[in-house]
């Protein structure tokens, strides 16, 4: 599967506005995929809307789905969330459980990659969403990357910092232990360097709101975590 293979990820907002222009670029840069996500606001009109815009050019295409409400067929791939640390069931397994039970004889499973997140920034919008236990010391996460690999056999462990600058230390610790499931690291990239470091650490780097806020040193981080080693 080609996400096993991804290095670098833009992570588009649909309920965030996007110029032609400033989406050309993005699209263009040389990222491995284009992942459409956020916590809230995330209407099936803002989804289709990236997937039309998008799909005039040759980069993949993914849905992060939040919300049942916002899936639409045409995406290369569905990443689902499951929040390990969240406190309420609802977010690891009971809109799953729901999806499966109205969708599941329509469902094309190889299309499907779950990803086991561990929320890491207790100020972020996701983490109060979903109710994250973000109070966790560095055992603590490599106890839900080794559930994550081990016990429920994900293909993805999502480290979220989402809005802040992650602890190396602890993306390293996870990586040390992990075998199979892939490290993607999320959270407040704002340059090539902070690209670059978490690059050499984490199998996927994602990289979100900074897209928003200074394009150019967006685009900077594709080429940094290309040449990391
Ligand atoms: C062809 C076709 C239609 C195929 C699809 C079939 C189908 C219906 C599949 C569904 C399968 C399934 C099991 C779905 C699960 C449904 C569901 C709603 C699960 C819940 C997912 C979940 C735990 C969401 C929680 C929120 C979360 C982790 C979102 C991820 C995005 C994220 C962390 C964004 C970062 O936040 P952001 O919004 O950027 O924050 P800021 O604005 O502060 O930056
Ligand atoms: O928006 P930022 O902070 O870059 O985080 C990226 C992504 O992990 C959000 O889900
Ligand atoms: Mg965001």
Redesign the pocket.
């Known amino acids: 599967m080609d996400y096993l293979e991804w290095r670098h990820v833009f992570?588009l907002?649909p309920?965030k506005d996007i110029s032609d222009e400033a989406l050309e670029k993005i699209c263009e840069s040389g990222t491995d995929v284009i992942l459409v996500?956020?916590?809230?606001g995330v209407t099936l009109d803002g989804v289709l809307d990236l997937l039309v815009r998008v799909r005039r050019f040759e980069v993949p295409i993914a849905l992060?789905?939040?919300?049942?409400d916002a899936?639409?067929?045409g995406y290369d791939y569905?990443f689902?969330?499951?929040?390990l640390n969240?406190d309420d069931p609802k977010?690891i397994k009971n809109?799953?459980h729901?999806?499966?039970k109205e969708?599941g004889d329509?469902?094309?499973w190889d299309?499907?990659v779950a990803e086991g997140?561990c929320i890491l920034n207790p100020n972020?919008?996701?983490a109060e969403?979903?109710q994250a236990n973000t109070d966790l010391s560095t055992d603590d996460v490599v106890a839900y990357a080794r559930m994550a690999e081990n016990f429920f056999k994900l293909p993805v462990f999502y480290l979220?910092y989402?809005?802040v600058y992650g602890d190396i230390a602890i993306v390293r610790a996870v990586k040390n232990e992990l075998q199979n499931t892939k490290l993607f690291y999320g959270g407040g990239i704002t340059s090539s360097k902070q690209a670059a470091e978490m690059a050499q650490v984490a199998d996927t780097v994602v990289v979100?709101?900074i897209i928003y806020e200074d394009l150019k040193a967006a685009l900077s981080t594709v080429k940094a975590v290309k040449n990391a080693i």
Do not use: F, Q, R
């Not at 992060?64 to 049942?68: A, G, Q, V, W």
């Not at 689902?80 to 929040?83: D, E, K, L, N, Q």
């Open positions: 992570k907002d309920a996500g956020g916590t809230d992060e789905i939040s919300t049942i899936v639409t067929p569905y689902i969330p499951t929040v969240s977010w809109l799953h729901e999806a499966i969708y329509i469902m094309v299309e499907l997140y972020c919008k996701v969403v979903t979220e989402s809005g979100g709101n």
